[in-house]
Nanobody, 124 residues
């Protein structure tokens, strides 16, 4: 089991920055996949960025590549999503998620542990 607690988010103008945090209840030496997803109003949820904890391998969706950065803390139990150059189309509910596997993190499939979500609103 993995419990995820998110923080961060809020409202910002276009071009601004926000940082989301996700603290996980579990550390595994071999690492496991953690990711950020988002669900814009009226749209399906999509994977944004993933990381293999402990090893740091990352993957980004094309829509955020070069603007968002996923990272982890030294204890490897907290994952961050630094969001720069935000656009109105980044407005969504953002969710932290995890799955206890150490491969194919960037496929965004079968994540089965979820945080409560945090709202990000970008105004033009």
């Amino acid at each position: 089991q993995v419990q995820l607690v998110e923080s961060g988010g809020g409202s910002v103008q276009a071009g601004g920055s926000l940082r989301l945090s996700c603290e996980a209840s579990r550390y595994t030496k071999g690492g496991y996949c953690m990711a950020w997803f988002r669900q814009p109003p009226g749209k399906e949820r999509e994977g944004v960025a993933s990381i293999l904890t402990g090893r740091g391998a990352t993957y980004y969706a094309d829509s955020v590549k070069g603007r968002f950065t996923i990272s982890q803390d030294n204890a490897k139990t907290t994952v961050y999503l630094q969001m720069n150059s935000l656009k109105p189309e980044d407005t969504a509910m953002y969710y932290c998620a995890a799955v206890l596997r150490a491969y194919n993190c960037g496929s965004f499939w079968n994540y089965n542990f979820w945080g409560q979500g945090t709202q990000v609103t970008v105004s033009s």
